[in-house]
């Protein structure tokens, strides 16, 4: 595990989703990037059930459950800007025995599922972003690998990723600011997913 | 986390409903050697386990007649252990072919945020203790031996107070639903523990 930038990719000019994504991966393959299967990271969205809402004063939170093939026998229970939970897979379980006080916004299920690419101690992770049955946009995670620290290899990721990316330009993502001990970790990695498919789903509520 | 040999896979986790089978019974504090004298004999061969264990019970409450409630178990012994999320669903007595008691359970080893974690979801904490003894393996059988302590000042674990003059005895199988033989087993062992200790099915409506 080392330190990991998830971005999205806006879709090129005249181009669809598909052909964007291939346009990047057909870079990497230039590149010398070798394809090492596929990943995918999805995400639900709870709401907290009516029931409890008031006996609690806590006005329609939502959290998010969110699972990674980097990390296959683990679940990520999320708050925007609170605590990430890292658990067991079943932690799936208990949220269907809290029904009566988390309700599933199935229509909101979204994921990203693409290719696993390894270039040198680099790993790239190009998605197609979707929610239902259209796709809604492309996501890129980039992990370099001997590095915890953020703030230490945060160039380094920056050059690697405007080699492919062209013109697009990611800043550095939030949660690289938020580590008190400056050491980077898998739920910083989920935090990243969970503030894009955010993005993208207010995105696609602006287009509709 | 990464993948553990298939070997070393949780019985428990993905969607199979869980239940714990449970005898009880209990020790006077002088009786307590010679109980762990027979458990090493009948039991696993295995190293003597202790364990010293803090546990917080959280309540959810919403508008249904009765709350919520998980269990957040932590080591005080062992650093690093994961922290231990629990919940236990309503004891079914069943009839007298049935040799134990039998509840849902779903077991989660969970980062140490989840104190945290769970208060964000509406969780408050309504009691906790710590429990101090010794764990025994006999198969897929779980001996725990252990006195629980009362907590005199809230968080602090430094001070406490044992409860009774007393060691609490259960046994307990975590199996898949429906599986009841396992409840012949633990009759049989239990057995053999008489006149030790008697392990019981016991009716936790009978206590309240």
């Known amino acids: 595990m080392g330190v990991t930038c998830v971005s999205q990719m806006p879709v090129a000019e005249g181009k669809s989703v598909q052909q964007t994504v ?12 070798e394809k090492q299967g596929t990943f995918c990271v999805d995400c639900e969205t709870y709401h907290t059930a009516a029931s409890t809402m008031g006996s609690q004063g806590q006005a329609g939170k939502l959290m998010y459950v969110m699972h990674n093939s980097e990390y296959p026998l683990s679940c990520f229970a999320l708050f925007e800007n609170g605590p990430c939970l890292i658990a067991d897979a079943n932690f799936d379980v208990l949220m269907v025995k809290l029904k009566g006080f988390f309700q599933n916004a199935k229509a909101n299920k979204i994921e990203t599922r693409g290719t696993r690419y390894q270039y040198c101690d680099f790993l790239v992770k190009v998605g197609t972003v979707t929610m239902g049955p259209s796709a809604r ?41 938020n580590r008190h001990d400056g050491v980077y970790g898998p739920a910083d990695t989920m935090a990243q997913y969970m503030e894009l498919f955010n993005k993208i789903r207010k995105q696609q509520q602006v287009v509709d | 986390m990464e993948a553990p040999p298939v070997t070393m896979m949780p019985v428990t986790g993905g969607t199979i409903n869980m239940m714990e089978y449970l005898l ?20 696993d061969n295995m190293e003597p386990e202790t364990f010293l264990d803090h546990e917080m019970v959280f309540l959810l409450k919403g508008q249904q007649a009765s709350p919520f409630v998980l269990r957040a178990r932590r080591s005080m012994d062992k650093t690093g252990a994961p922290w231990h999320l629990r919940y236990l669903g309503q004891p079914e007595m069943g009839d007298k072919n049935r040799h134990a008691l039998v509840r849902n359970c779903v077991d989660i080893a969970t980062s140490e945020n989840l104190t945290d974690f769970l208060m964000e979801m509406g969780f408050r904490m309504d009691h906790e203790f710590v429990a101090k003894g010794h764990l025994f393996r006999k198969g897929i059988m779980k001996i725990m031996v ?14 406490t107070e044992a409860l009774s003059l007393s060691y609490l005895v259960e046994l307990s199988v975590v199996a898949p639903a429906g599986q009841d033989m396992v409840s012949d087993d633990m009759r049989n062992f239990a057995e053999q523990l008489k006149p030790l200790v008697h392990l019981e099915k016991i009716d936790p409506k009978r206590l309240m």
């Open chain 1, 22 to 33: 291939e346009l990047l991966t057909r870079k990497l393959e230039l590149l010398g990037a």
């Open chain 1, 137 to 177: 946009g492309i996501s890129v995670e980039v992990e370099y690998g001997p590095c915890v620290v953020a703030s230490d290899c945060w160039n380094l990721l920056l050059e690697f990723l405007q080699s492919f990316l062209g013109s697009h330009n990611p800043g550095a993502p939030a949660v690289f600011g």
């Open chain 2, 24 to 43: 009880q019974g209990s020790v006077l504090d002088h009786s307590l050697e010679s109980l762990i004298h027979r458990l090493r004999g009948l039991c």
């Open chain 2, 146 to 159: 252990y006195k629980i302590f009362r907590i005199l000042m809230p968080g602090n674990t430094d001070s």
